[in-house]
């Protein structure tokens, strides 16, 4: 009997398969859509940068979480689900659906749910944009929407930021006829400023009701003042409204990826077509289901990060060192250099902030807002990086 390495046409595939060659295979390439993106860069994970300094103990200021942490009712309901991980998650959410749009005032069919916001934005995106259409928004906005928008096949149109802060009146400007959405983050990450009520109410009373108005408001609960415009309360002018939202920021459950949606019923039914069939677990549903209910928590995180981002803000000050006015739990800083060195000094003494370079943002650091030993830790290594 033959052995089987001898068969011949085995012999002549293998060797069609081994041959070495200095050509490069010839694989699928990405869609144009993909191919020019700029990958989303998240900020260093504490474990990373211990293990490349052999050290411990290091803080991660970086990602806009709540360093407090999650409400513990929430911690409490998702060990309660544990033993139902078996089964797939309620697609539509129906209890979370029913009990956040009453803690909102709005109809359940207005809400739709995403694995964080960003997808939430993404479904938006994809449902509502095409090949040719624009897209306007700020040059400092959040980096998500000009990937959202470019993978949907349109243009992003950029808006400049005088100030750090949107300015409706020159977003209202650059809508053209191709123009099919407007991103506006509102406050906005990175930068932590806010729209106030007044431009809000012009803008979106101007706009027309067919372009997409895509509110991101992931840092509402911060932006405690009577001057914040809620989006919410522009529903009834008939516009093509959405309004994002997250329980990633004060919720404390960035890891659980929750993020919602609200606008009029036609447009997340839409949505609804486009988005994955399960794109919330059912840990994160009831995680939510209970963190809704921990008003004390929401109340003890704004508390923390009010506090915090003051004494960052004060301390800065007395540095002499150029911050943006901050509605959110971080804060943009201007070093008025180039902030690489300032950054890497600060990985060495333990401590991870935010370069915001991809921006645009050259001579910044973005800094969240800890619990008070890491501010007063980051405050320490700051100065002495700086040599003050
Ligand atoms: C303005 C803004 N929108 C959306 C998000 C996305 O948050 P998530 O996907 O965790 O809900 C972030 C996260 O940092 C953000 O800053």
């Known amino acids: 009997m033959p052995s089987r390495g001898k068969t011949p046409g085995i012999e002549a595939g293998r060797g069609k398969h081994t041959e070495t060659t200095t050509e490069r295979p010839k694989l699928i390439k990405p869609n144009p859509f993909v191919k020019d993106l700029i990958p989303y860069v998240p900020g260093k994970p504490v474990e990373e940068l211990e293990r490349e300094l052999g050290i411990t103990g290091a803080i991660k200021i970086a990602s806009n979480e709540n360093p407090i942490g999650p409400s513990p009712l929430a911690l409490k309901a998702i060990k309660e689900a544990l033993p139902g991980l078996n089964r797939y ?5 129906f209890y979370l659906k029913h009990k956040l749009s009453k803690s909102l005032g709005v109809e359940p069919e207005t809400v739709i749910f995403g694995n964080g916001s960003n997808d939430v934005i993404d479904v938006a995106a994809r449902t509502f944009l095409s090949p040719g259409d624009e897209a306007i928004m700020g040059e400092y906005a959040f980096i998500v929407y000009p990937i959202v928008t470019k993978l949907a096949g349109a243009s992003a149109v950029i808006s400049p930021m005088p100030s750090y802060t949107h300015d409706l009146k020159d977003i209202y400007s650059r809508i053209t006829p191709k123009t099919k959405a407007v991103f506006i983050a509102n406050p906005n990450n990175p930068t932590g400023t806010m729209v106030f009520g007044e431009e809000m109410e012009w803008f979106l009373n ?11 408001e992931a840092y509402f609960e911060y932006a405690d003042t009577p001057d914040y415009p809620n989006s919410l309360d522009f ?3 008939g ?14 459950l960035a890891g659980l990826r929750l993020g919602y949606g609200i606008g009029p019923a036609e447009m997340v039914s839409s949505m609804h077509k486009s988005r994955h069939p399960f794109n919330t677990s059912s840990l994160a549903q009831a995680a939510a289901i209970a963190a809704l209910d921990d008003t004390e928590h929401v109340e003890k995180s704004r508390e923390v ?3 915090g981002l003051a004494y960052l803000a004060a301390e800065l000050e007395r540095l002499g060192i150029e911050y943006a006015p901050s509605w959110t739990n971080f804060i943009l800083v201007n070093l008025g250099q180039d902030p690489m060195p300032v950054y890497n000094a600060l990985l060495r003494e333990g401590v991870i902030v935010r370069p915001v370079g991809i921006y ?3 001579t910044h650091l973005r800094v969240s807002v800890g619990i008070p030993e890491e501010n007063e830790r980051f405050i320490k290594a700051f100065k002495k990086v700086l040599g003050k």
């Open 89 to 93: 998650p309620d697609g539509d959410a």
């Open 206 to 216: 101007k706009i027309d009701e067919n372009i997409l108005v895509v509110i991101d």
């Open 239 to 252: 516009k093509s409204l959405l309004t994002v939202r997250t329980f990633s920021k004060i919720y404390g």
């Open 305 to 307: 990060n009010d506090t």
């Open 235 to 237: 529903r009834g002018l």
């Open 360 to 362: 645009g943002l050259k």
